[in-house]
């Protein structure tokens, strides 16, 4: 077995084999995201229409051992902090835009 792969690897650099390359198309379309910054095992979470900051986290899967304490999400260069309190009672639940960065605080 080692014979083979040492008479191959010498034949591939003498140039006696054929090397291939693979060519890889760049994906045809970029699919929208929301960042997530914090305790959280996805970084980016696939967007859709529905996206709320609540189905954001779970999605990240929140790995923080307590509550969040600060939540804070960052869009076009303006920062709007929730409320964790008022998200975990399901008070506020806002809406989140391609792009969003949800950063959660312990």
């Known amino acids: 077995m ?3 792969l040492l008479l191959l690897v010498c034949l591939t650099l ?3 084999v054929t090397r291939t ?3 890889v198309a760049p994906p045809a379309e970029q699919k929208a995201v929301v960042w997530v910054r914090g305790d959280v095992k996805n ?3 696939p967007w859709d229409e529905e996206m709320t900051l ?3 986290i779970v999605a990240a899967e929140y ?3 307590s509550d969040p304490h600060a939540i804070s999400i960052l869009r076009a260069g303006q920062t709007y902090k929730v409320n964790a309190r008022d998200l975990l009672r399901q ?5 989140l835009e391609p792009g969003d ?3 959660i605080e312990r």
């Open 2 to 4: 080692r014979g083979a």
């Open 14 to 16: 003498v140039g006696c």
């Open 21 to 23: 390359t693979q060519i």
């Open 43 to 45: 970084r980016a979470v």
């Open 54 to 56: 609540s189905r954001a």
């Open 63 to 65: 790995t923080g051992f």
């Open 91 to 95: 008070r506020d639940d806002p809406m």
């Open 101 to 103: 960065i949800v950063v």
